[in-house]
């Protein structure tokens, strides 16, 4: 997709954005994903139906100065093109090493399923979209926190662009390293919830998922994929079988 094809009218984007909040209401229903039911995901339910209940819409996150940032440990896949790595994917780390020598000139970004205008994005297309830049915690399941700055396009704004249809309910995430998760609409909408390209005033490290990354700034540090190459927008939720996080142990739903 060519970059100047991403580019729109201020009133287009104000009035897609608009129609996503409305699709935002109709798409996310009281309805449970199919991940609960569970003796021992009573507590993912609890948590998941308080927060959706008693958090405003689009609460925000606390934002820090830039005097509050530390540094971060980078974990997990720290390159998803690294042979030696145990997360190596045969099916997609060669083709990220030759993006990442390249400097990812020739990455996209996919973005199929329920939207109207399906397409492949390079990083020059996510950085004609707005920006968002925020100062914000990301907090680990292991027990650590850090703060560091992000910079990147909204989802939603992604999504309008892509022209997301009214039957969506969830938006898939497939990486590099063969991650794959999900957030249903409230966090795919939310204003914080962005695509990251930059980190603390710079191109986003390899080690912290370079081109592009998920920040879900409102759930714990595990959602927020790193490496991504492909984004699908559904109506039916996908545990993802063996390689999703329900049937190994973690939540679904990490609400902060």
């Given at each position: 997709m060519p970059s100047n094809d991403i580019l729109l009218p201020r009133r287009a984007l104000v009035g897609g954005l608009a129609s996503l909040g409305g699709l935002?209401?109709?798409g996310c229903s009281d309805e449970n994903p199919p991940t609960y039911g569970n003796l021992l995901r009573i507590a993912d339910d609890f948590t998941y139906r308080a927060q959706r209940l008693l958090l405003p819409r689009n609460a925000l996150?606390?934002?820090f100065d830039h005097a509050d940032i530390t540094s971060m440990p980078a974990i997990g896949t720290t390159d998803p093109g690294n042979a030696k790595e145990p997360a190596f994917s045969t099916d997609f780390g060669e083709a990220y090493d030759r993006l990442r020598k390249a400097a990812f000139a020739e990455w996209r970004l996919e973005v199929a399923g329920l939207v109207a205008r399906p397409g492949a994005y390079a990083l020059a297309d996510l950085k004609a979209l707005p920006a968002r830049t925020q100062i914000t915690r990301h907090t680990c399941e292991e027990g650590w926190s850090s703060i560091a700055q992000w910079t990147g396009a909204p989802l939603a704004a992604l999504l309008s662009h892509a022209g997301m249809l009214p039957t969506a309910r969830y938006v898939n995430f497939h990486a590099y390293d063969e991650t794959v998760d999900s957030i249903d609409l409230y966090d795919a909408l939310?204003?914080?919830?962005?695509?990251?390209?930059?980190m603390n005033g710079r191109d986003l490290p390899v080690a912290h998922g370079a081109p592009a990354r998920l920040r879900v700034e409102t759930q714990l540090g595990y959602k927020s994929v790193k490496f991504l190459r492909r984004i699908e927008v559904v109506e039916k939720f996908d545990d993802f079988g063996k390689k999703g996080n329900i049937q190994?142990?973690?939540s679904w739903y990490a609400g902060i």
């Open positions: 935002a209401l109709a996150v606390r934002q939310h204003p914080q919830t962005i695509l990251a390209y930059g190994n142990g973690w």
